[in-house]
């Protein structure tokens, strides 16, 4: 079976998305699916007998706004 995985994130980015994506990929890979990966040009990627398609990709920067609520103690 062929499997494509497109992402916003990819190696060489650690973080929980590129963790599950690598463990989702061995698992694909351990049932001999042939896995695709879609993911932003972010520098070299070695994942074997996987394909990584980069594509261009454009920064945008954001204002986050996170509220945090902190336990008042009395």
Request: aromatic share 8%.
């Amino acid at each position: 079976m062929k499997t494509l995985i497109i992402t916003e994130t990819f190696l060489p980015s650690i973080d929980g998305v590129v963790t599950r994506l690598t463990a989702a990929i061995k698992h694909f890979r351990k049932l001999n699916h042939e896995v695709v990966v879609v993911a932003p040009d972010s520098g070299e990627v070695s994942l074997d007998d996987v394909t990584v398609e980069k594509v261009k990709a454009k920064k945008y920067f954001f204002i986050v706004i996170v509220r945090l609520l902190f336990h008042k103690e009395k």
